[in-house]
């Protein structure tokens, strides 16, 4: 979702799931370091948010059907498990929330000041989306919006690894990799949300999150190059000089 207006701001909310592994300190300090503005940092996002009703407001954003955007009142026990999740005693996998409807849902629930200035959201919850020119839904690893969200679990599963690592058996799948994928409470993890939070900041800065050179902005579609450009790589000249400028412009 690319947006032409430019949407800068003076302060970031960065709000990161009880249940995340991270090093939430090191993240904010990372972030605060690069862009010389004031990072806040919360907790679970729904926690902070919560008012009676929430949990079915969530469980209707789930994913029915991989190949259609169609949703449907949740049972009860889909309810009750939104709601466990909320409390933070639960994590559950398997389940796959629609991206942009989920987003729309968090806007709803953002303070005026968290609207207007940058606000991130990180969780383990796994989001899709199915844009118009695809036949199924994508798992994505961060959503550019207001707020933005990025997804641990889908930096670990949405960029794919090679094909033959599907098709080979149990053990011997690590075996016909030459690197080591993402997986989840990577100690890779911090460095690789922390280019994913510079994508958002460079979506809203100048509309365009992505960049084809060696680069900690590159789109990665490929596990391999998650490892390659969002954990190894820093960011290119150009994208040096904007975050610089950015991070000097008086306030
Ligand atoms: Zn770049």
Same mark, same amino acid.
């Given at each position: 979702? =690319?947006?032409?207006?430019?949407? /800068?701001?003076?302060? +970031?909310?960065?709000?990161?799931?009880?249940?995340?592994?991270?090093?939430?300190?090191?993240?904010?300090? +990372?972030?605060?370091?690069? #862009?010389?503005?004031?990072?806040?940092?919360?907790?679970?996002?729904?926690?902070?948010?919560?008012?009676?009703?929430?949990?079915?407001?969530?469980?209707? #954003?789930?994913?029915?059907?991989?190949?259609?955007?169609?949703?449907?009142?949740?049972?009860?026990?889909?309810?009750?498990?939104?709601?466990?999740?909320?409390?933070?005693?639960?994590?559950?996998?398997? +389940?796959?929330?629609?991206?942009?409807?989920?987003?729309?849902?968090?806007? !709803?629930?953002?303070?005026?000041?968290?609207?207007?200035?940058?606000?991130?959201? &990180?969780?383990?919850?796994?989001?899709?989306?199915?844009?118009?020119?695809?036949?199924?839904? %994508?798992?994505?690893?961060?959503? =550019?919006?207001? /707020?933005?969200?990025?997804?641990? #679990?889908? +930096?670990? !599963?949405?960029?794919?690894? /090679?094909?033959?690592?599907?098709?080979?058996?149990?053990?011997?799948?690590?075996?016909?990799?030459?690197?080591? /994928?993402?997986? %989840?409470?990577?100690?890779?993890?911090?460095?690789?949300?922390?280019?994913? &939070?510079?994508? #958002? &900041?460079?979506?809203?800065?100048?509309?365009?999150?992505?960049?084809?050179?060696?680069?900690?902005?590159? =789109?990665?579609?490929?596990?391999? !190059?998650?490892?390659?450009?969002?954990?190894?790589?820093?960011?290119?000249?150009? %994208?040096?000089?904007?975050?610089?400028?950015?991070?000097?412009?008086?306030?």
């Amino acid at each position: 979702m =690319n947006c032409s207006i430019e949407l /800068p701001f003076d302060k +970031i909310f960065l709000y990161v799931d009880e249940q995340e592994d991270l090093d939430r300190d090191k993240l904010k300090e +990372i972030i605060q370091q690069r #862009t010389s503005r004031s990072v806040k940092l919360k907790c679970d996002f729904f926690k902070e948010k919560y008012s009676k009703g929430l949990e079915e407001d969530i469980a209707w #954003t789930r994913v029915r059907k991989k190949n259609e955007r169609k949703f449907q009142k949740p049972l009860p026990k889909e309810v009750k498990i939104e709601s466990e999740m909320i409390e933070g005693g639960k994590e559950i996998r398997g +389940i796959i929330y629609d991206g942009f409807r989920l987003l729309r849902l968090m806007r !709803e629930l953002l303070t005026v000041e968290e609207e207007k200035e940058h606000t991130l959201v &990180i969780s383990k919850r796994t989001v899709g989306t199915l844009e118009g020119n695809e036949d199924r839904y %994508h798992v994505r690893a961060v959503i =550019n919006g207001i /707020p933005s969200l990025i997804s641990t #679990t889908g +930096i670990v !599963e949405g960029p794919a690894k /090679p094909r033959e690592y599907y098709f080979a058996y149990g053990d011997q799948r690590e075996d016909v990799l030459d690197f080591r /994928p993402m997986s %989840h409470s990577d100690e890779r993890m911090e460095s690789a949300v922390a280019s994913y &939070i510079l994508q #958002t &900041i460079f979506w809203r800065l100048t509309g365009d999150p992505f960049c084809g050179r060696d680069c900690r902005l590159y =789109n990665s579609h490929w596990q391999r !190059e998650v490892i390659e450009y969002q954990v190894r790589s820093g960011l290119c000249e150009k %994208h040096e000089n904007i975050l610089k400028s950015f991070s000097e412009k008086p306030r």
